[in-house]
């Protein structure tokens, strides 16, 4: 058993996107802080300029943040994108409640976006940029040392540059964490969340439903009781059904690296 830190972990599923984990002390009424950056750059997909659009449009399927226009059937996949993540989380007991802020810039598609939907029909878009911010509320209950139950509150705001269309996505749901120990000061740790029910906006106007699911793997390190050094994986798809009658399909993967710090509140 690792000296430094005992066996709970909060590992926060934040669905789609926002997951990250979170380390204890021996005191169980404490804060955390983290950070975290998500870097996927494909843009030396689309460097080449002889015209090859074929070449182009099969590579559009390996972006970090890409789907399918059920509307137009065009396919979407951003060329570069990068978030920064900061969450805050509290642990009293067996229980805890965080929140987590997570920062989109310039997602940029040299090619088709995802379709700006809104009550009346829907726009086409190609050739744009779109920040994309995500924001989670969460509380949760430690079964045992090793794997934790919460729901979640979550909300997605995209933001499309040209024209500045606004989407927004409100939903709730629940998850599930684990955390092993697997040598001295590393602990693996895995998260499942599931958004069952959510709310999409276009402009302030509803105009859909959706739901859906994000996995995420990763590699604490235990600098000291308070520092730690997170590395992982994250993978979410979501699908937005809309009042039209045809979906929109979003994956997002993404690897990243942080920092967390806690301390004791005893």
Same mark, same amino acid.
């Given at each position: 058993?690792?000296?430094?830190?005992?066996?709970?972990?909060?590992?926060?599923?934040?669905?789609?996107?926002?997951?990250?984990?979170?380390?204890?002390?021996?005191?169980?009424?404490?804060?955390?802080?983290?950070?975290?950056?998500?870097?996927?750059?494909?843009?030396?997909?689309?460097?080449?300029?002889?015209?090859?659009?074929?070449?182009?449009?099969?590579?559009?399927?390996?972006?970090?943040?890409?789907? +399918?226009?059920?509307?137009?059937?065009?396919?979407?996949?951003?060329?570069?994108?990068?978030?920064?993540?900061?969450?805050?989380?509290?642990?009293?007991?067996?229980?805890? %409640?965080?929140?987590?802020?997570?920062?989109?810039?310039?997602? #940029?598609?040299?090619?088709? %976006?995802?379709?700006?939907?809104?009550? %009346?029909?829907? %726009?086409?878009?190609?050739?744009?940029?779109?920040?994309?911010?995500?924001?989670?509320?969460?509380?949760?209950?430690?079964?045992?040392?090793?794997?934790?139950?919460?729901?979640?509150? +979550?909300?997605?705001?995209?933001?499309? #540059?040209?024209?500045?269309?606004?989407?927004?996505?409100?939903?709730?749901?629940?998850?599930?964490?684990?955390?092993?120990?697997?040598?001295?000061?590393?602990?693996?740790?895995?998260?499942?969340?599931?958004?069952?029910?959510?709310?999409?906006?276009?402009?302030?106007?509803?105009?859909? #439903?959706?739901?859906?699911?994000?996995?995420?793997?990763?590699?604490?390190?235990?600098?000291?009781?308070?520092?730690?050094?997170?590395?992982?994986?994250?993978?979410?798809?979501?699908?937005?059904?809309?009042?039209?009658?045809?979906?929109?399909?979003?994956?997002?993967?993404?690897?990243?690296?942080?920092?967390?710090?806690?301390?004791?509140?005893?």
């Amino acid at each position: 058993m690792p000296t430094l830190y005992n066996n709970r972990l909060i590992i926060t599923v934040l669905f789609i996107s926002m997951l990250h984990a979170k380390t204890v002390v021996a005191s169980q009424n404490n804060l955390s802080f983290s950070i975290r950056v998500f870097e996927q750059d494909y843009s030396a997909l689309f460097d080449n300029d002889d015209g090859d659009y074929q070449r182009q449009k099969e590579s559009y399927k390996d972006g970090a943040w890409n789907g +399918k226009n059920g509307g137009s059937d065009t396919r979407f996949s951003s060329s570069s994108g990068q978030q920064l993540a900061f969450s805050g989380a509290y642990q009293y007991g067996d229980f805890y %409640t965080g929140l987590n802020i997570q920062l989109g810039e310039k997602y #940029k598609f040299r090619g088709k %976006t995802p379709d700006q939907i809104t009550p %009346t029909g829907t %726009t086409e878009v190609s050739n744009d940029k779109i920040n994309r911010n995500e924001l989670d509320i969460i509380f949760g209950y430690y079964l045992n040392e090793y794997f934790s139950l919460f729901v979640d509150t +979550k909300r997605i705001s995209s933001t499309w #540059k040209s024209n500045h269309y606004r989407q927004e996505f409100i939903g709730s749901g629940f998850g599930v964490t684990a955390a092993w120990p697997i040598y001295k000061n590393f602990t693996l740790y895995g998260s499942a969340g599931f958004i069952i029910a959510g709310q999409i906006k276009g402009n302030g106007q509803k105009v859909g #439903k959706g739901h859906g699911v994000a996995l995420d793997l990763g590699l604490m390190y235990a600098i000291n009781l308070s520092h730690r050094l997170i590395f992982g994986l994250k993978e979410s798809h979501y699908v937005y059904k809309f009042n039209a009658g045809h979906e929109q399909t979003h994956h997002m993967g993404a690897v990243y690296i942080g920092y967390s710090y806690t301390f004791s509140l005893d």
